[in-house]
């Protein structure tokens, strides 16, 4: 490690702690050479998963992506930030333990709808309406229909199971 300080690349590591709920380790170093302290972060290095797009083009995977399309999908909802990274987290997970060279990005849509329709029903139709493209008014009502049937099952299984 270089010191940002004098640049010399030899230090000491005085402490190392893993950073919660990531892979990455944060270490506190010394300079033998200037005798000042820093900090610095390592992390694995991830092989980089492609996207399988609908068309059969190849992407690299994107968090930022996932994360663009929850926050629009909750946008003006009573959703944390700390929520939305939570789904987003949970789906970088699912998908780097299930695929390791691609994945369709069918998957990843089906994963963010199965997410938000834990937490937010509107939230989970805006997503489906885009992702789903609903092309006119009576398959949107179709989506909601379903939607309505679904919530209703599950709220039932709620009752009965207790």
């Not at 010191?3 to 506190?28: N, W």
């Not at 929850?70 to 997970?93: G, H, L, P, Q, Y």
Request: proline share 2%; glycine share 4%; charged share 35%.
């Amino acid at each position: 490690m270089k010191c940002p300080f004098c640049g010399s690349v030899h230090d000491q590591v005085l402490d190392s702690r893993s950073i919660e709920h990531t892979s990455a380790v944060k270490r506190r170093r010394e300079c033998f050479n200037c005798k000042k302290r820093y900090t610095t972060f390592e992390r694995p290095e991830k092989a980089t998963l492609m996207v399988v797009k609908s068309d059969n083009r190849r992407e690299p995977f994107e968090l930022k992506k996932v994360l663009g399309g929850v926050n629009r999908s909750c946008r003006k909802r009573s959703i944390s930030a700390e929520t939305m990274d939570k789904i987003v987290s949970e789906i970088e997970n699912e998908i780097m333990g299930e695929y390791v060279m691609e994945v369709p990005s069918s998957i990843i849509g089906e994963k963010i709808l199965e997410k938000l329709w834990d937490i937010d029903l509107v939230a989970y139709i805006r997503f489906a309406s885009v992702y789903r493209k609903f092309g006119d008014i009576d398959t949107f009502m179709k989506e909601l229909k379903k939607l309505k049937k679904e919530h209703t099952k599950r709220q039932k299984t709620r009752v009965c199971s207790y």
